[in-house]
């Protein structure tokens, strides 16, 4: 399977900066040995449906509320990011975890409605730098995994180190991969065969520099991007590092 790169824009972006970004990945994608996706703010995830029509840069949002609809104010639904022209959907983010409070079985709600409305779940997990200090790395990621998806899971996961986002740190590569490794593990106990195919992302200061090394790495399959999301030559960079 290809390698997917994936952007996660936070709370950033206008529609004078998505215009120009994603002409440029519009531009570079059939070039690319890899997918791409882009997640842009709710506000903004029509507008890039539009911009890349046509293209095979598919575009997701960052949240989504376990519900269809009904009396929520300020949330978003999973039919309405479809409706959008969303086709997948950044689920259990830490940000949002620590943010929002949001729990393992909430994840696992919004994972069902992910999938209900048509979209592809990206379920993050990841331990804090006191986990890992403390040996627990491997047994939060696999509680998060128990907690947050359904024996059916057929989504994409995504091992985001809190302590490694927004920071310039990486694991050392050894580390991934054993993360990684633990990880397929996990899916291929809970899920069976299902989850040997699924897609496990890295995320946590992807730069350019250091994508090569890390999208090397065995069950790596691909990357979930923030700061460097943001800017085309570095985006694209990355996606030009993946091993194709
Ligand atoms: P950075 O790439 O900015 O470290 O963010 C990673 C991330 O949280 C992507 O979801």
Redesign the pocket.
């Known amino acids: 399977m290809r390698q997917l790169i994936a952007g ?1 824009w936070k709370m950033n972006g206008s529609l004078t900066m998505a215009r120009g970004l994603l002409d440029a990945l519009r531009a570079a994608d059939a070039a690319l040995g890899c997918d791409l996706l882009v997640c842009p703010p709710a506000t903004l995830v029509s507008v890039a449906a539009h911009a890349l029509l046509g293209s095979r840069v598919a575009v997701g949002g960052q949240d989504c509320h376990a519900k269809p609809a009904g009396a929520h104010t300020g949330d978003i639904s999973a039919p309405m990011l479809r409706d959008a022209g969303a086709s997948h959907v950044i689920l259990g ?1 830490s940000e949002r975890r620590a943010d929002h409070g949001e729990s393992d079985a909430l994840v696992r709600a919004k994972v069902a409605a992910a999938v209900a409305a048509g979209l592809l779940p990206i379920v993050c997990v990841g331990e804090t730098e006191a986990q890992r200090v403390g040996g627990q790395a491997e047994a939060v990621v696999a509680g998060q995994l128990a907690g947050s998806l359904a024996e059916d899971f057929a989504g994409v996961v995504a091992y ?1 180190p809190v302590w ?3 920071t310039g740190r990486t694991p050392t590569e050894a580390d991934v991969a054993a993360m990684h490794a633990h990880i397929r593990a996990e899916l291929e106990r809970r899920l069976g065969a299902g989850g040997a195919g699924l897609r496990i992302l890295y ?4 730069k350019p520099s250091n994508a090569a090394a890390l999208m090397a790495l065995p069950e790596v399959g691909g990357a ?5 999301s943001l800017v085309a030559e570095d985006f694209l960079g990355i996606a030009r590092a993946v091993r194709g």
């Open positions: 996660n983010h985001e490694a986002i927004g995320g946590g200061s992807v979930l991007v923030g700061g460097a």
